[in-house]
């Protein structure tokens, strides 16, 4: 992955021509005047691991070639792949490098290396594909600390073909699941938008959802069990498909981003490779009318696999169509949704058919299979695109948010008001985007992307901005996160949203399991 942007350098294009005249004309985006720091020439501080918890650390996985403290590796796992977290690497920053870099090939081998943490006074923070786009991998330092990379740990340990479920290890990447997977005829059916990169545990420990969540659902209504690695021992949590058995410990660990203990392995659910994929385009006149279209199919049916609407600035841009940005295909005016259907033939299109019907019914223009299939080729590109216009010498960044049907109108209006006003008042008018890519019978989420000007600091020019969104987004009655994590970007505003006697009852879970606060100190919870 390359280290000061997202994915394989070699999928990186340029911006075509009409793009980049928009950024000068439209947002006063300027070239950039300076080049990014060459890897070779950032001086990263020696490590200040001891020789003696080197060699503790060197004992627990069995080869000093799995305990690595050379620069470019530490350099690799310094934070993630938010907008702020490449505009610092790229500036050289690497003030969050981690002491070393630890890569376990087991659950015993991640509770030895716990305990040797715990006994050295140092922090561990998980790391799986190292996709975090919300500070998730920036731990509050107050100690050195190692990076747990867990991408030894990258089997298919079993599948039950009758019960319909695989147990999977933490650091397999989606593609290698899916590889796995396809091989005895079955799915997970999860395709995030970093789904090239990011691994099994991450979207367990992000709560991660996919673009086809409308049909497979989000990860964690896919995990039926997990084993997991804590410093008081070991967790195993989930028997059954459903339990009354108390609470749900599951719950504990999905979306807790590595602060109470280290997933090990997952259960999860699979369904048969789909016979068909079918993936098609539709205009709505605005935003609202199709998000009405988009509720009628969440809440009566029949609900596509795929169900998502781009607002007008969005369409308009083409991100509803990434690899159609800049050419004569985009869409028309409008709002462009994008329609999915994936299983049998005959279950295909019965639900095409009568979601059609609903659509029409609802002002919906058919515009054929080619917006679709179009969406489904460049259905990964955007972080490409992000990495294209900071080299171009804009700002792009991401944020969601979920809430109730009847509060979309008002989270998506003030949000957007919260972006423009704030950006506008720095000097840098933004172009703010959005669309609906999850849908449930009670709601949506909202995702936007944002761009403008850099400003003179790039990164202090956005943090009062994500923070009007923030607060935009609990006043509207939103989740502060739907699918990216909480990290340390939305803790401050997890903590409100959960509440005093929230938070108190979680700190007891962590201090239960991490009594030392040794499990990413300062993401969930502000460390103590």
Request: proline content about 7%; charged content about 20%; aromatic content about 6%.
């Amino acid at each position: 992955m390359l280290w000061s942007g997202w994915g394989d350098p070699a999928e990186a294009a340029p911006l075509p021509d009409t793009v980049t005249g928009l950024l000068r004309d439209l947002l006063g985006v300027k070239p950039r005047g300076a080049e990014t720091t060459a890897l070779e020439d950032i001086a990263v501080p020696g490590s200040p691991l001891t020789e003696e918890a080197r060699q503790d650390l060197v004992d627990c996985v069995g080869d000093p070639a799995h305990v690595r403290t050379d620069a470019e590796t530490r350099i690799r796992h310094t934070r993630g792949k938010s907008t702020p977290d490449l505009l610092r690497i790229r500036a050289g920053d690497v003030d969050d490098t981690p002491a070393a870099v630890v890569l376990p090939a087991g659950h015993d081998e991640v509770l030895a290396v716990l305990a040797v943490c715990a006994e050295h006074g140092l922090a561990v923070v998980p790391f799986g594909g190292g996709t975090s786009v919300v500070g998730g991998l920036a731990p509050q330092r107050r100690r050195p600390f190692v990076a747990l990379d867990l991408r030894r740990m990258n089997r298919l340990l079993s599948l039950d073909a009758v019960s319909r479920t695989a147990i999977l290890q933490p650091g397999l990447r989606a593609p290698e699941a899916e590889a796995l997977l396809a091989e005895q005829g079955f799915t997970l059916g999860h395709f995030p938008q970093s789904y090239e990169w990011a691994t099994i545990g991450g979207f367990a420990a992000a709560r991660s959802s996919g673009q086809a969540s409308a049909g497979y659902g989000r990860f964690d209504e896919m995990v039926l069990g997990l084993t997991v690695a804590t410093p008081r021992g070991t967790l195993d949590a989930g028997r059954a498909p459903r339990s009354a058995a108390g609470p749900d410990l599951r719950q504990l660990v999905l979306g807790s981003e590595g602060a109470l203990g280290v997933i090990t392995s997952v259960t999860v659910r699979i369904r048969p490779i789909p016979q068909v994929k079918v993936y098609e385009g539709w205009r709505f006149a605005s935003f609202a009318e199709g998000a009405a279209a988009l509720r009628r199919l969440a809440q009566d049916g029949p609900r596509p696999t795929v169900l998502r609407l781009s607002d007008e600035t969005e369409t308009m841009v083409g991100l509803a169509q990434p690899d159609a940005i800049g050419s004569e295909g985009a869409a028309p005016a409008g709002c462009t949704a994008i329609t999915g259907y994936e299983g049998t033939a005959q279950d295909t299109a019965l639900r095409r058919e009568q979601a059609a019907a609903v659509l029409r019914e609802c002002g919906g223009e058919y515009l054929g299979e080619e917006p679709g299939e179009r969406w489904a080729h460049g259905r990964f590109s955007a972080p490409y695109l992000r990495d294209s216009l900071l080299d171009a010498g804009a700002f792009a960044e991401t944020l969601e948010t979920a809430g109730f049907w009847s509060r979309i109108a008002e989270l998506y209006d003030s949000v957007r008001e919260a972006l423009t006003t704030t950006l506008a008042a720095a000097g840098t008018p933004p172009l703010v985007m959005c669309h609906i890519s999850h849908v449930y019978e009670n709601g949506a989420s909202l995702y936007f992307t944002v761009v403008s000007a850099q400003g003179e600091d790039p990164v202090a020019h956005w943090t009062p901005a994500k923070a009007a969104a923030n607060e935009a987004i609990l006043a509207a009655g939103g989740t502060i996160t739907h699918h990216h994590g909480v990290g340390t970007d939305h803790r401050d505003w997890y903590v409100r949203e959960a509440g005093p006697l929230g938070i108190e009852a979680l700190r007891a879970v962590k201090d239960a399991l991490d009594p030392d606060g040794l499990l990413n100190p300062g993401i969930l919870l502000p460390a103590r």
